[in-house]
Structures are given as structure tokens and as C-alpha cells.
């Protein structure tokens, strides 16, 4: 239950004396995220838009995510979604009426979340079209989010993905089936076969 950190340290200030009872971590651009057993967060680094900085009383947190453009985002056991951080492209801003989600994901400047029945909400800066979900998209089983691009796994074990693609982020692959798990970053796109 505890956190190794490696790599730039600019504005961390390294893991947080104490922290213990870890049970998942997350990243954003220069921050981090701990979700501890007792279902509370703690966060640190780079904070100029607030992202290490957890709301007052939040609790009850299931998962975790961290936003590329500094924000951060928790996922609670009733299904709501808490956000914040720098909200410039409106990133923070967790759609009225959003409940039963099951995951999370945070992307550059936009946030997602996955439905139980398999559907997905996104939100937030959508210049390259990385908000808008492709149409009948469904049976999805997990999201991520790139810089400006997104990704769903669907349980058939195939990927779509959407949004920027000067850098090929958003062809998936001819063939790509038996995908267990994707991740999106900066400008690529990763799938994990059985």
C-alpha cells in the first residue's frame, strides 16, 4: 500500500510522507493521484489549476483519474463523478444528472466516463472532435483518453477510437481484435491483446 515515484520531480515535492494504504494511483500531466483504502484521495505536485488540491469532505472514492491539462477527476460508490482543476475548456464540468458510472478516464483539456450499460459520456475541449462520441457506440467495458483523443474497449474485445489523428492516434489497427485493455496518451495509442 505504498507509492514509488520516478522520474522529473520539478513540482512534486515526492510522495507524501506517511501515505500509506494505497490501493490504486493515477497521473495526470506533472501531478499525482493515491486513492487510499478508507476511500479517500490525496494528491500532489504541479497544482497551478487547483488538480492537487481535493475537494473538501470528498470521500467514498471507488476510482481515480488523472487529467493531462491539469485536472483531476474521482469516481464515487453511488456512481457520481467529482472534478477539479483547471476547468479553461470546461473539463471539470460533470454533466447535470450523470449517475451510474462505473469508470472514469481523463484525457488532455476533456473527461469520460463509461455507463453500466456500456456507454459512454464525454466532456470538455472538443476542437478535434474528442468529445463527441461516435454515434451507437455501445458494449463498452473501458475508456481512456489521449491528449486529444479518446478510446473504448468493447467487449467483443475490439477498439474505437476518436478525435485528433495527426499522428495516426485514431487508426486502430486493421485486425486488432482480443484487446483486454487500452490506454491513450500524448499522440499514440496502446491495446493490450489476451
Known amino acids: 500500500g505504498t507509492v514509488v515515484a520516478w522520474g522529473d520531480d520539478s513540482f512534486g515535492g515526492g510522495v507524501p510522507s506517511g501515505l500509506t494504504n494505497v490501493v490504486a494511483i493515477a497521473a495526470g500531466w506533472w501531478h499525482s493521484l493515491a486513492l487510499k483504502s478508507d476511500g479517500t484521495v490525496t494528491a500532489w505536485g504541479?497544482?497551478?489549476?487547483?488538480?492537487?488540491?481535493?475537494?473538501?469532505?470528498?470521500?467514498?472514492?471507488?476510482?481515480?483519474?488523472?487529467?493531462?491539462?491539469?485536472?483531476?477527476?474521482?469516481l464515487r460508490a453511488d456512481g457520481t463523478v467529482v472534478a477539479w482543476g483547471d476547468n479553461t475548456?470546461?473539463?471539470?464540468?460533470?454533466?447535470?444528472?450523470?449517475?451510474?458510472?462505473?469508470?472514469?478516464?481523463?484525457?488532455?483539456?476533456?473527461?469520460?466516463?463509461?455507463?453500466?450499460?456500456?456507454?459512454?459520456?464525454?466532456?470538455?475541449?472538443?476542437?478535434?472532435?474528442?468529445?463527441?462520441?461516435p454515434p451507437g457506440l455501445t458494449n463498452v467495458v473501458a475508456i481512456s483518453g489521449g491528449r486529444l483523443h479518446s478510446l473504448a474497449l468493447k467487449s467483443d474485445g475490439t477498439v474505437v477510437a476518436w478525435g485528433y489523428n495527426q499522428h495516426g492516434e485514431t487508426n486502430v489497427p486493421a485486425g486488432l481484435t482480443n484487446a483486454v485493455a487500452i490506454d491513450g496518451q500524448s499522440d499514440y495509442s496502446l491495446a493490450l491483446r489476451s
Open 46 to 74: 504541479f497544482n497551478s489549476g487547483g488538480q492537487a488540491t481535493v475537494p473538501s469532505g470528498l470521500t467514498n472514492v471507488v476510482a481515480i483519474a488523472g487529467g493531462e491539462i491539469y485536472h483531476s477527476l474521482a
Open 89 to 133: 475548456d470546461g473539463q471539470t464540468n460533470v454533466p447535470a444528472g450523470l449517475t451510474n458510472v462505473v469508470a472514469i478516464a481523463g484525457g488532455g483539456a476533456h473527461s469520460l466516463a463509461l455507463k453500466p450499460d456500456g456507454t459512454v459520456v464525454a466532456w470538455g475541449y472538443n476542437a478535434w472532435g474528442q468529445t463527441t462520441v
